[in-house]
């Protein structure tokens, strides 16, 4: 005879009961462990590329381009070059040469802001464009459509503004440029004088004048590139 007793109902139940609390118990203690728990070294580093990326547009663009810039000047010592306005377009079509646009298109280009600069000795323009890519590998490759060398073409097309020292600030007056890259941007530069002159009548070139520009385009983007410590608290960043 088998001696062998079924388990009562009740007991079978209760212990099922016992085993799928202490499951759920876990799984709340992993997820809670889960939604409690600091943010990993891997996502601060994405949550600050993610901000870099943004600040072209989340930026105030008088952040990007301040009132004034120092730079080194041709003499020695220190000067500033004062922004004479910033345009409020940000095509990327209509802000560099055609032989350019292509390449920026297929890097993923999001926009382009300009503002243009005037020395200290108020002689030279300078434009500057900050270019925002769509990630880093796509600002390397598009940097390589623009002229490496100082030319001012292939490059940024030059910001004027009625009515001020920039006003016969046009692609036939420019006579320097430079491009320059770091994370998802480019920033160029390109520069001519004051009083108008094509470039084919300038005389014999006179390359110092302009290498401020290259100065200014640093300046800006090394601002605008250089990761910050993310606050995970703050609304500004996605940790």
Request: aromatic content about 6%; charged content about 20%; glycine content about 10%.
């Amino acid at each position: 005879m088998n001696s062998a007793r079924p388990w009562p109902t009740l007991v079978v139940a209760s212990a099922l009961t016992l085993i799928c609390a202490v499951a759920a118990g876990v799984a709340g203690s992993a997820a809670g462990a889960e939604l409690t728990r600091g943010p990993t070294a891997a996502e601060l580093r994405a949550a600050a590329e993610r901000e870099v990326a943004g600040r072209w547009r989340t930026w105030p663009t008088g952040r990007i381009f301040p009132a004034t810039l120092p730079y080194s000047a041709e003499q020695g010592g220190r000067e500033r070059a004062s922004r004479i306005g910033i345009s409020p377009r940000t095509s990327c079509g209509d802000s560099v040469d055609p032989k350019a646009v292509k390449a920026l298109r297929v890097a993923g280009c999001k926009g382009v802001l300009r503002a243009t600069y005037v020395d200290a000795l108020r002689g030279v323009l300078v434009t500057v464009g900050v270019v925002a890519l769509r990630d880093e590998p796509g600002a390397a490759r598009a940097r390589s459509a623009f002229s490496d060398t100082g030319k001012p073409s292939p490059g940024l097309r030059p910001l004027a503004f009625h009515g001020t020292l920039s006003d016969r600030f046009t692609a036939g007056v420019r006579q320097a440029g430079s491009v320059r890259q770091a994370g998802p941007y480019l920033v160029l530069t390109t520069a001519g004088q004051v009083d108008g002159r094509p470039a084919d009548a300038a005389g014999e070139p006179r390359p110092a004048i302009f290498a401020f520009a290259t100065e200014l385009a640093e300046r800006v983007l090394t601002d605008l590139s250089t990761p910050a410590m993310p606050d995970c608290d703050s609304q500004e960043w996605r940790c």
